[in-house]
């Protein structure tokens, strides 16, 4: 979940909303969040496991799915969120062979709701103790998932600081924001933690428009797509627009659950959003250390722009450095 907003606006472009071919492949990378309990209401399950696209999922739990056939044919990935039963944790991989990696604490850099609040030093504790053993059977472990502020980044520094001896596989990451601060996010936590691959666990464009939503995630989902060091992504928006918090535009359901437009280019049903090349990232309220406040004129330069920024940003300072550079490319 998110940390406290800030505004960014952007300049964009017009987007047309003619909606183009149905897909039906899965998606090797597209994941579905479950966020039970995170978000207020229930998820509307079945409606997304229709989905040809999804792959994987995650609920923010260390239980096993319940029923196991709970999530159909998605390949599910326990979280451990806090310390609370990590116990658990050994029990649920131990019971179904089809896990193959899990997911460390949520947000453990803040403390708000739906974030676990934790020191870096006992999180690495608590790692070591419940977390670590499972790499000798095989399992992938995803570092903790910190916010996309800049708080979030000297967090896990120190939690690798406090776990050097730790088996830490790749690492999942949350933003929220327009296409260029998740590409220059991404990059900078890529190049930061050794070049481990990510996973994009919570993203999302939010309180934005319903075109500049569609136009961020088709961005970013073709970005995401191509990128070898982005392992698997999931946005947040697998609710419906009454429920959401983070604006009605980012869900992939009405307030009646039925599949927005969004939801569709997500979910399989359409496969892009024609003009949506056309769109930079736009007007968004950014909430989670997003960096970025120029734009790009068009879908292509915009991707180019995204990796290079991703690519070369690397060590260098956020913040005005990096808002130039994405000018200088734009
Ligand atoms: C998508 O597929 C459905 C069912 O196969 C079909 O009815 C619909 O017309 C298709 N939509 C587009 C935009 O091709
Ligand atoms: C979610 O619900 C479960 C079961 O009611 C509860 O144990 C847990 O604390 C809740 N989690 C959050 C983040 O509210
Ligand atoms: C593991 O995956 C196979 C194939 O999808 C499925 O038949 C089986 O039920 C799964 N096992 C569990 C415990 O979910
Ligand atoms: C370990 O974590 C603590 C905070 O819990 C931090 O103050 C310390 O600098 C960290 N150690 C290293 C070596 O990063
Ligand atoms: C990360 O990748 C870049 C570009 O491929 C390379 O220059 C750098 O040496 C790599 N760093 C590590 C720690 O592997
Ligand atoms: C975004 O929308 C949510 C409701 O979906 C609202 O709670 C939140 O305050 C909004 N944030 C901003 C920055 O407008
Ligand atoms: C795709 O969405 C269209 C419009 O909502 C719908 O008529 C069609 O049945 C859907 N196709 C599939 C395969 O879900």
Known sequence: MKGSPLLLL???????????????SPTPKRGLINPGNVTTGTIDLQTFLKSPSLTW?????????????????????????????????ANT???????????????????GNGQSGMEPAYAAEVWKEYIEPLAAKGIKLGAPAVTGSPVGKVWLQQFFG????????FIPLHYYGTFEGLASHCGDIYYSFSNRTLWI?????????????????????????????????????????????????AAFLDGE???????????????????ADQVSSGTGATSSGGSSSSTCSTGSSCVSAGWKVGVEVGHVAMGLALGVFVVMLA
Request: aromatic letters at 10%; hydrophobic letters at 35%; proline letters at 3%.
């Open 10 to 24: 952007t300049a964009f472009s017009l987007l047309t909303t003619t909606l183009a071919a149905n897909t039906t």
């Open 201 to 249: 666990t919570e993203f999302a464009l939010d309180n934005a428009s319903e075109e500049d939503t569609l136009g961020m995630m088709q961005t970013s989902l073709e970005w995401l797509d191509g990128l070898e060091w982005v392992e698997r992504y999931a946005w947040f928006g697998s609710f419906r627009s009454d429920v959401s918090n983070v604006g009605g535009n």
């Open 93 to 111: 991989v131990e019971g179904d062979t089809n896990i193959t990696h899990v997911l460390g604490f949520n947000e453990p850099d803040a403390s």
């Open 57 to 89: 999922v995650y609920d923010y739990t260390n239980e096993p799915p319940s029923p196991s056939s709970e999530y159909g044919s998605l390949n599910f990935v326990p979280q451990q969120w806090n310390a609370d039963s990590a116990s658990q944790l």
């Open 162 to 169: 406090n776990c050097t001896s730790c088996t830490i596989d």
């Open 257 to 275: 659950g039925e599949v927005t437009a969004l939801g569709r280019l997500y979910l399989g049903n359409i496969t892009a959003v024609e003009g």
